[in-house]
């Protein structure tokens, strides 16, 4: 194995992966929420020990806890919320860039089937983030999403975050250049999409991570059995 990940077992771990988060999204100023203090945080490093990449996961075990999770802060989950069931938060999910292998998320996602299988997990879910904070650098995906990838009507979290930008009402004509979008889809949420996963209508823009995302869901018994089986043969392959 080339990558092999552990999750933090102390504060020293946890600060390793503030310090890595901030490199990528501060500058080098640490990056730090409150909910760092109750999550999971997954660290992969190569054979030589370099951080590669590192994630959290918060699992959540009543829809009224939702209203806990990082994604809460800028979506309304009322209709999330009826959905009933467990859930889990996989959130600041980041690679350093200078390790473009598809056998990080692949071995990340190795993990996360563990997890969802073990816990019975209903839905996966997060912010997807765009890094760069101008609609422009994300229409084409933005657009893709809009025609192949909206949230049901009956789960769709409502706006609440101050700056957002509607791409299903502003894109509602627009067709999508699909060698562009699939170019600039963020690999994780390629992730979520391969799985039948769906996201909110709009991007919440936020400029203090210089990223946009949107909310985004997989309801594991809703995965379609080929895909399910690509889920769970992960794995076979870990």
């Given at each position: 194995m080339k990558y092999h990940l552990e999750f933090s077992k102390d504060t020293n771990d946890i600060a390793m992966a503030q310090?890595?988060?901030?490199?990528?999204?501060?500058?080098?100023?640490?990056?730090?929420?409150?909910?760092?203090d109750v999550a999971m945080h997954g660290l992969i490093r190569n054979n030589e020990g370099d951080l590669v990449c590192t994630f959290r996961m918060i699992p959540f075990e009543t829809p009224e806890s939702l209203d806990h999770s990082y994604s809460a802060q800028f979506y309304d989950l009322a209709d999330i919320k009826k959905m009933g069931g467990r859930s889990l938060e996989l959130g600041r999910f980041c690679v350093d860039p200078e390790y473009s292998d598809p056998d990080i998320i692949r071995l990340a996602w190795t993990e996360?089937?563990?997890?969802?299988?073990?816990?019975?997990?209903?839905?996966?879910?997060?912010?997807?983030?765009?890094?760069?904070?101008?609609?422009?650098?994300?229409?084409?995906?933005?657009?893709?999403?809009?025609?192949?990838?909206?949230?049901?009507?009956?789960?769709?979290?409502?706006?609440?975050?101050?700056?957002?930008?509607e791409f299903a009402k502003n894109f509602r004509l627009r067709k999508p250049?699909?060698?562009?979008?699939?170019?600039?889809?963020?690999?994780?949420?390629?992730?979520?999409?391969?799985?039948?996963?769906?996201?909110?209508?709009?991007?919440?823009?936020?400029?203090?991570?210089?990223?946009?995302?949107?909310?985004?869901?997989?309801?594991?018994?809703?995965i379609p059995p080929a895909r399910r089986k690509l889920f769970t043969g992960l794995l076979a392959r870990g």
């Open positions: 310090a890595f988060r901030g490199r990528l999204f501060r500058d080098g100023v640490r990056d730090y929420d409150i909910l760092d996360l089937t563990k997890f969802v299988l073990d816990r019975d997990i209903d839905l996966l879910f997060g912010c997807s983030s765009f890094h760069g904070a101008e609609i422009d650098m994300h229409a084409e995906a933005l657009a893709l999403l809009k025609e192949r990838h909206l949230a049901p009507r009956r789960f769709m979290p409502a706006i609440k975050a101050p700056k957002v930008f250049n699909l060698q562009l979008a699939q170019k600039t889809m963020p690999p994780l949420l390629r992730s979520y999409l391969m799985l039948g996963g769906w996201v909110s209508d709009h991007a919440v823009v936020d400029h203090d991570l210089d990223t946009v995302h949107v909310f985004t869901g997989v309801e594991i018994k809703k």
